[in-house]
């Protein structure tokens, strides 16, 4: 069964430094990932996703994320993490191996930027 | 283009009484939406899966007579919550996944899957 784990409930930075959040996913195929972000009271948005055709996904906002399958990760980055980047961020797998089908989500993220 | 809306945003019903969920994809067509619950600090959870002309197919553990799913047109999916209790208390969003419309000739948002805003449930 595909699954994600976020490590770090809640993560911290300072405004203009490296935002680094975690993923590692379980799969027995190869995968789908996904990461959303979720502002408060408000459905998800796409960030980026992971379909195979790089390793290195450059999603909006100025975030990438890594596939790595020696790791089984796919942690989220940003260089420079501004205010507005404050929010509930979600590492998610696709469940049937298609690009679009049913999704597991980890755990979440909070991010909170400090000035 | 890809914009997915749910209505209402939020509902505060009595227990008891059952609570419609409208999730809509706005400038495509969407043959299956997905629908999630997700309790206050937690993830989403995926309750059914609806599909274009028949019947939705629940996940393990998801009341289907609690939880009614409609999904009569290409572009909109309904959420029944029937005699909603305080413990059905949640955030439901609604994914969609775009298969044809304007939206699917865009690079990049063919075959990706798309959340509504959420519909906030409180049950007194």
């Known amino acids: 069964a595909q699954s994600v784990t976020q490590l770090g409930s809640h993560v911290s930075v300072s405004e203009g430094a490296l935002v680094l959040l975690r993923c590692n996913y379980s799969s027995s195929v190869p995968p789908y990932l996904f990461w959303y972000v979720q502002y408060p009271n408000q459905g998800l948005q796409l960030l980026l996703k992971y379909t195979s055709a790089a390793t290195l996904v450059k999603g909006i906002n100025g975030f990438e994320a890594e596939f790595k399958k020696s790791e089984t990760s796919f942690h989220l980055t940003k260089p420079s993490a501004h205010m507005s980047d404050a929010a509930e961020y979600f590492c998610?797998?696709?469940?049937?191996?298609?690009?679009?089908?049913?999704?597991?989500f980890g755990q979440g993220t909070i991010l909170t930027v400090h000035p | 283009g890809a914009v997915v809306s749910q209505h209402p945003s939020w509902v505060i019903c009595k227990s008891g009484t059952s609570v419609k969920i409208e999730c809509r994809s706005l400038?495509?067509?969407?043959?299956?939406m997905f629908w999630y619950r997700q309790f206050p600090k937690q993830s989403l959870m995926l309750m059914a899966t609806s599909n274009e002309g028949s019947k939705a197919t629940y996940e393990q553990g998801v009341e289907k007579d609690k939880f009614l799913i409609n999904h009569a047109s290409l572009t909109l999916s309904t959420l029944t919550v029937t005699s909603a209790h305080p413990e059905d208390s949640s955030f439901y969003i609604c994914s969609a996944r775009v298969t044809s419309g304007r939206a699917s000739t865009i690079a990049g948002f063919a075959d990706t899957q798309y959340f509504g805003p959420g519909t906030r449930l409180t049950v007194l």
């Open positions: 400038d495509f067509q969407a043959t299956t």
């Open positions: 998610a797998v696709s469940v049937d191996g298609t690009s679009y089908g049913k999704l597991t």
